[in-house]
């Protein structure tokens, strides 16, 4: 019989709906009942894409003597962490305080007052690697909820007063200069694996934000330290089995230091940061690798991420049916051995293709399988027949059983995508890139922005089959959906998206905003938790705080609204706080910092839109790697014509009846000009 969860939208909450434990969503009905009970609540939260998620779900959950003493006993409330991140963030900060780590499956008691006093996150079925049994868990909880209710009760009491003393203070420092951006990159050179790219051991993720900060930081300053690491990071990246050689698109994390076996789920969030870090190195190298996986990257998201109503799905999973054995595991579905490159391509091809994938007989990943990379010492090819024989696998791999797609829109990942989608169709002059940011963008404002009369607008989180969920969009939905919009709208020359962006950029300042300048995760009239989350650092994506400060200053440069200019300035001050400290975890603070610290430079092209000299003009811009800077296209404004859609071209008019570019940075402009090469010096471009 389905638990109460069948009314749900979250596909993750949906894979428990036939659990025989009595599962209850998040709400303020379970909790009254663990109180009416005098039982303790069992908090599990995961996501749809989590591997150690499904293995824990099938060993315990649906096993009926767990799901028994389960239900005998507690509350049991599940939570997909993509859907209320601020609940997640809140208790894995306990969890973290508690045990010095954190990941998924996160596993707390909560009293029913919501204060937690027992954690973890997997727990397996037996006593294993010193860990208990889930069982001998819930029987040795359950001992103290009745044997000691008074320890209990001050555990739990004492650990919402340790979060509550952890509040942040940065919001009084100043913004970073140009010399905590110089500690910052010290840092990260500090901790750079000069051998095999990216930062710090196993397991490595891609630092998609750090990369960025990087690229910014060589624009402004030359460095080829910081250019190096970024280019170095990105061929190894690339090369490696976190990347999909045959299907474009990244993987979640490489459980190696070498980037070899990848930990197989992939992320909406993670292919649109890594999608437009690759455009941007293009933009200031020319990298043809670079080109290359941000085009196929792109592609992934819309070939295998694009939902009907034309969002972007949340992720595809690790895990899929094994078409040789049956079994469900994780790689399956990207795995390959030398007979089965045989049996696909023949056995010249099929020998070929083991020699530049790098597929051997002992394997890299499990049972003799390997994960296709591209060997430095490769063999070299003839381009046409490896692109024949990548044609053939993938078609051979799409035979296979696919994994399992959530289908749910996450706002502000969405807001990532269009903003990567949007500058990949302009800068390798793929229109149909720039139309699906677009479809993508007008979902967003048709299913996921409130603004009915009678009712403070907001923004939903998530979105699934065109409906919209019940949750409130937090912080990095609004930063990040803003940050997409005002790409589209420098792409596109649609003043509406800019609008748009200002509508979310205002709630920011009124609901997310504190006195002293920093943010919070929530707004002032979200449901009320245990503790108000606030937390500036990055995890797989942007903080929000850092997201919205990056969009408030490309607002501010776009508007001349100094409301939003000072917003921005006074929520950097974490970054002065943390980027000397502990770069890595703040990258993108870091990258908006150096777009504060470069102006950012304000571009308007005015012209005819048929008229290919404003075309070109318009690319020149696009093409700049001024850090942060905006763009503005549109028909010339005479002084007289009052303002238009984008206020960066008022008054801006043709130049001797030519499609001119005006630069401003700091309140001083540029010479006007007609010339792209020109308008591309103005902005420190390196021309492809």
Known sequence: MPNR????????????????????????????????????????VGYSSCHWCHVMAHESFEDELTAAAMNEHFVNIKVDREERPDVDAVYMEAVQAATGQGGWPMTVFLTADAEPFYFGTY??????HGMPSFMQVLEGVRAAWVGRPDEVAEVAQKIVRDLAGRQLDYGKAGSPGAEELAQALLGLTREYDAVRGGFGGAPKFPPSMVLEFLLRHYARTGSEGALQMAADTCEAMARGGIYDQLGGGFARYSVDREWVVPHFEKMLYDNALLCRVYAHLWRATGSELARRVALETADFMVRELRTAQGGFASALDADSEDPLTGEHVEGAYYAWTPARLREVLGEDDGALAAAYFGVTEEGTFEHGASVLQLPQDGPAVDAERIAGIRERLLAARAERPAPGRDDKVVAAWNGLAIAALAECGAYFERPDLVERATEAADLLV??????????APRLSRTSKDGHVGANAGVLEDYGDVAEGFLALAAVTGEGVWLEFAGFLLDLVLDRFTAEDGSLYDTAHDAEKLIRRPQDPTDTAAPSGWTAAAGALLSYAAHTGSQAHRTAAERALGVVQALGPRVPRFIGHGLSVAEAL???????????????PARAALHRAALLGTAPGAVVAVGLPQPAEGGEGEFPLLAERTLVRDLPAAYVCRHFVCARPTTDPVELAEQLGAVRP
């Open 5 to 44: 969860l069948a009314n749900e939208t979250s596909p993750y909450l949906l894979q428990h709906v036939d659990n025989p434990v009595d599962w209850w969503p998040w709400s303020p009905e379970a909790f009254a009942e663990a109180r009416e009970r005098g039982v303790p609540v069992l908090l599990s």
């Open 123 to 128: 727990f397996p079925p037996e006593p294993r």
């Open 446 to 455: 048709r299913v996921h922005f409130d603004a009915a009369a009678g009712r």
């Open 597 to 611: 610290l470069d102006g950012p430079r304000e571009v308007a092209v005015v012209g005819h839109p048929e008229d």
